[in-house]
């Protein structure tokens, strides 16, 4: 169930536990729409695999420069792999 992108912040991490939520305005999921940024698309015999994520809700990526929305990407996604950091960070500068 989703309400029309209303953004409750912390509030919501109480509501729904269960749910994970934006990086920066702290909204669960259920509430507001992800923005899904795809860094990597692979191709293989029985079809493709495109990888995505998605640390920012539409709302909140679109009111942040490039350069703001990079330090929220880095933050979620530069500490598990250094390799996959790479490709995020150049889909992101690419304003996808």
Not at 18 to 28: D, G, H, I, L, Q
Not at 50 to 74: D, H, M, N, Q
Request: glycine content about 6%; proline content about 2%; charged content about 30%.
């Amino acid at each position: 169930m989703r309400w029309n992108g209303i953004r409750i912040g912390t509030v919501s991490r109480y509501l729904f536990p269960n749910y994970s939520a934006c990086v920066k305005c702290n909204t669960t999921w259920n509430l507001v729409k992800m923005h899904k940024t795809k860094y990597r698309e692979e191709t293989y015999e029985w079809g493709i695999i495109r990888r995505a994520v998605g640390p920012l809700c539409e709302k909140c990526w679109s009111g942040l420069s490039i350069e703001e929305r990079l330090l929220f990407y880095e933050v979620a996604f530069l500490a598990r792999d250094e390799r996959e950091w790479q490709k995020i960070k150049a889909a992101v500068l690419d304003g996808k």
